[in-house]
Nanobody, 128 residues
Framework: QVQLVESGGGLVQTGGSLRLSCALS????????MGWFRQAIGKEREFVAS????????AYADSVKGRFTISRDTAKTTVTLQMNNLKPEDTAVYYC?????????????????????WGQGTQITVSS
């Protein structure tokens, strides 16, 4: 059974930083593409960042480029989202997702339907 467990959410002031982690179990991490999505109140879930199974390619939403960094640690079977210079508009529930496809493109990785497994979500609140 594949499970994704997120951690690291919380409350931070504008301009602050947070690090989200997502641990994958039940599946070979090195063959799993990973992504982060977020959903603000009253809005649809949107793509944030993704990383290919081998860690050699990443993709970011325009709204987070230059501020967020996605990375993965095979030994810990964990994907991390480092978020810097946070803004109030980053407030949302953040979801980790996993994709078993042997193929990866930035376009594919930004689509919700590409992912088979999802974490429970963790709340990020950025105060102004």
């Amino acid at each position: 059974q594949v499970q994704l467990v997120e951690s690291g959410g919380g409350l931070v002031q504008t301009g602050g930083s947070l690090r989200l982690s997502c641990a994958l179990s039940g599946r070979t991490f090195s063959s799993t593409n990973m992504g982060w999505f977020r959903q603000a109140i009253g809005k649809e879930r949107e793509f944030v960042a993704s990383i290919r199974a081998d860690g050699r390619s990443t993709a970011y939403a325009d709204s987070v480029k230059g501020r967020f960094t996605i990375s993965r640690d095979t030994a810990k079977t964990t994907v991390t989202l480092q978020m810097n210079n946070l803004k109030p508009e980053d407030t949302a529930v953040y979801y980790c997702a996993a994709d078993s496809s042997p193929f990866w493109t930035s376009a594919m990785s930004s689509r919700e339907r590409q992912y088979e497994w999802w974490g429970q979500g963790t709340q990020i609140t950025v105060s102004s």
